[in-house]
T-cell receptor, first 112, second 114 residues
Framework: QQQVKQSPQSLIVQKGGISIINCAYE??????FPWYQQFPGKGPALLIA?????SEKKEGRFTISFNKSAKQFSLHIMDSQPGDSATYFC???????????FGKGTRLSVIA | DTGVSQNPRHKITKRGQNVTFRCDPI?????LYWYRQTLGQGPEFLTY????????KSRLLSDRFSAERPKGSFSTLEIQRTEQGDSAMYLC????????????FGQGTRLTVV
């Protein structure tokens, strides 16, 4: 049973455009929602994370939007750059220091 | 480099052999996690430790898998009698025990069972 569903599986965005990746979760005990970026051959690296007491969090070009009632959250990458081309994973856990449940990932390609 | 270190980076083994991977976490981190990632999938949780205590094991962790963290510092993950289905990237992460702290991942050990 997949507890975190991520879409789309792949995404192609023009340079300067907005990349949007969506995730939905089932477990209402989840209260920590990070996004990780992974380049080929590397481990995942934390981009940005949110807790359900806020509906939006922005760090530079990256924004998480969170909808607690719909049990959905999304990552927006503004002004997407070719260097953003990577696989992005959403994740969730009951708290920030317990094992994460990951989505299946979205492969983002930013083309010039 | 003071990040999470995993060794070896790559391992090719014959089916039926035993393999052991090592993870050195960030020095002040008392939580250590093992995940497995197959091609095109997100990491899947295997087990985790707080200091030397193993707190939880996933049902993905069959009897052929064992993990230790003997002195609360580095950890090892051993797979006995490897099978082709064990081929994957094995990721280690570490964090502080405080709620809301970030988990930092290592670069992983890629296992290929032939």
């Amino acid at each position: 049973q997949q507890q975190v569903k991520q879409s789309p599986q792949s995404l192609i965005v023009q340079k300067g455009g907005i990349s949007i990746i969506n995730c939905a979760y089932e477990n209402t005990a989840f209260d920590y929602f990070p996004w990780y970026q992974q380049f080929p051959g590397k481990g995942p690296a934390l981009l940005i994370a949110i807790r359900p007491d806020v509906s939006e969090k922005k760090e530079g070009r990256f924004t998480i939007s969170f909808n607690k009632s719909a049990k959905q959250f999304s990552l927006h990458i503004m002004d997407s750059q070719p260097g953003d081309s990577a696989t992005y994973f959403c994740a969730a856990s009951p708290s920030g220091n317990t094992p994460l449940v990951f989505g299946k990932g979205t492969r983002l390609s930013v083309i010039a | 480099d003071t990040g999470v270190s995993q060794n070896p980076r790559h391992k090719i083994t014959k089916r039926g052999q035993n393999v052991t991977f090592r993870c050195d976490p960030i020095s002040e981190h008392n939580r250590l996690y093992w995940y497995r990632q197959t091609l095109g999938q997100g990491p899947e949780f295997l087990t985790y430790f707080q200091n030397e205590a193993q707190l939880e094991k996933s049902r993905l962790l069959s009897d052929r898998f064992s993990a230790e963290r003997p002195k609360g510092s580095f950890s090892t993950l051993e797979i006995q009698r490897t099978e082709q289905g064990d081929s994957a990237m094995y990721l280690c992460a570490s964090s502080l025990a405080n709620v809301g702290t970030e988990a930092f991942f290592g670069q992983g050990t890629r296992l290929t069972v032939v």
